[in-house]
């Protein structure tokens, strides 16, 4: 990235915002406009109504995985967005539920009980309610105390079910909200908004990763053993070069033949793409990790991606300085292939040096580009903590000026960013990203 020039990063986020505010906007326009309810409580329950509306086609937005948002925000940042955004739609939701139940009871004079059953007799306001009801249990088992329990394949299927309330919804939305059709604008506004949403959701999730699949037919190539509990796999298929993966990116790897077709894992591309074939590396930390030495080569691949902002679109400074712990060090390795030679410090925090994965490619790519690579052995809480604001100053004098990559384990990661936030290193020179699909 040539310095001057508006960060990726931030080029997306105003796209975001500037689209989150004209919605709005218009929203509000629509609001006042249409109309007011049938009483004051029925009148603000409409205003919830119309803005979990918005909230819902935001989310569609957030998870549609689209290429240009996802390249330069990160889908780490994307879900983490997603679950704020899911859960301020959960109260937005049930505070419309309820403004509903208790404007009809204050119409009729009757208790709430008694207008929530009579409520449920209308098929529109029993469809709101069925939607509100899917919500509730999604948001149930996204609290972490929950998913933490569960597994990801049941988590992911239950998960599923928000589209079935965001279906319910939008049937709801089409026959009891007046604003969806005050005006000819307003109805063409809602449907263009809609459709926009949804086909987006398509595209990304669908479409994109069946037509991609089906050009260039992904097959293993090659499975190599690193150590006792790594493992690579060379992936190969036709017209790889067309591929837009970048060194950094990651893929979301499903093995049908080998494994159930629902068992999905993302892991980096541990080497840039040459056009030629992909590679990933990975440690058994699973069932499905810990089975991928067993490959037979010609096993057909269904590759979702690749995704990811964790690479040098972002470079804005001459140096860089790469951080990586345990088998972080793969996106690290493949960034590597793309540094020029010169002004690179790498920092690979591993319990032992039999432990650290890929070192002798990272030792031999680091010298080809005249840099430094730290080895730093040892176990959490032995000596002094390597990533201690002061040991990192020692290490790299000049940090502030480097743009700084880190990929680790949670913990790590954690420690590493709140020393560059000591060391008062810009926001904007600091990129991470941790991978997972939840």
């Known amino acids: 990235m040539r310095q001057g020039t508006i960060p990726p990063v ?43 509306a918005v909230l819902m086609l935001f989310q569609l937005l957030l998870v549609a995985r689209l290429p240009w948002l996802d390249r330069r925000i990160g889908m780490d940042r994307l879900t983490v967005w997603h679950r704020w955004v899911g859960f301020t739609l959960l109260w937005t939701v049930l505070t419309h539920a309820v403004l509903v139940v208790l404007g009809y009871a204050r119409l009729s004079g ?16 029993l469809l709101g309610m069925c939607a509100a009801a899917v919500l509730v249990v999604v948001a149930a088992v996204s609290a972490r105390s929950v998913r933490r329990r569960l597994r990801y394949e049941t988590w992911h299927g ?4 928000l589209y079935v309330a965001l279906g319910l919804a939008f049937v709801h939305q089409l026959q009891e909200t007046t604003t969806f059709s005050s005006s000819p604008a307003a109805k063409l506004y809602w449907w263009a908004l809609w459709l926009f949403a949804f086909g987006a959701l398509v595209v990304g999730r669908i479409a994109l990763p069946v037509w991609r699949n089906s050009y260039h037919r992904f097959r293993v190539a090659e499975v190599v053993v690193e150590s006792d509990d790594v493992v690579s796999v060379h992936v190969t298929g036709r017209h790889l070069d067309k591929l837009p993966a970048r060194a950094g990116q990651f893929c979301i790897w499903r093995f049908p033949e080998h494994h159930h077709w629902w068992l999905a894992n993302p892991f980096s591309l541990s080497a840039a793409p040459d056009g030629r074939t992909l590679r990933l590396t990975a440690k058994a930390a699973g069932s499905a990790s810990a089975g991928l030495r067993h490959l037979p080569v010609g096993t057909r691949t269904f590759v979702e991606g690749p995704y990811g902002a964790f690479t040098s ?36 925090r591993v319990r032992s040096e039999d432990d650290a994965v890929l070192v002798d490619e990272v030792r031999a790519l680091v010298a080809d580009r005249g840099g430094r690579l730290h080895l730093l052995t040892g176990r959490t809480g032995e000596g002094s903590p390597p990533f201690e604001p002061e ?13 700084v990559y880190v990929c680790g ?17 810009p926001r904007q ?10």
Do not use: C
């Not at 860089?320 to 790498?346: F, H, K, N, Q």
């Open 313 to 348: 679109l972002h470079r804005g400074r001459p140096g860089s300085l790469l951080i990586a712990g345990g088998v972080g060090i793969t996106p690290v390795r493949a960034l590597l292939e793309e540094e020029p030679a010169g002004d690179v410090v790498v920092l690979y």
């Open 110 to 125: 009757t208790s709430m009980t008694k207008t929530f059953f009579s409520l449920a007799g209308v098929p529109a306001s």
């Open 391 to 403: 040991n990192l100053k020692a290490m790299v004098p000049d940090i502030g000026e480097r743009d």
């Open 409 to 425: 384990p949670p913990a790590m990661t954690a420690a590493v960013l709140g020393a560059l936030r000591d060391l008062r290193v």
């Open 429 to 438: 020179q600091v990129h991470a990203e941790r991978f997972g699909l939840a």
């Open 10 to 52: 931030v080029a997306a986020r105003w796209a975001l915002w500037t689209f989150v505010i004209i919605n709005s906007v218009i929203v509000e326009a629509l609001f006042l406009t249409s109309g007011t309810g049938k009483n004051g409580v029925l009148t603000v329950a409409k205003f919830f109504g119309l803005h979990a």
């Open 158 to 161: 239950l998960h599923l079910l």
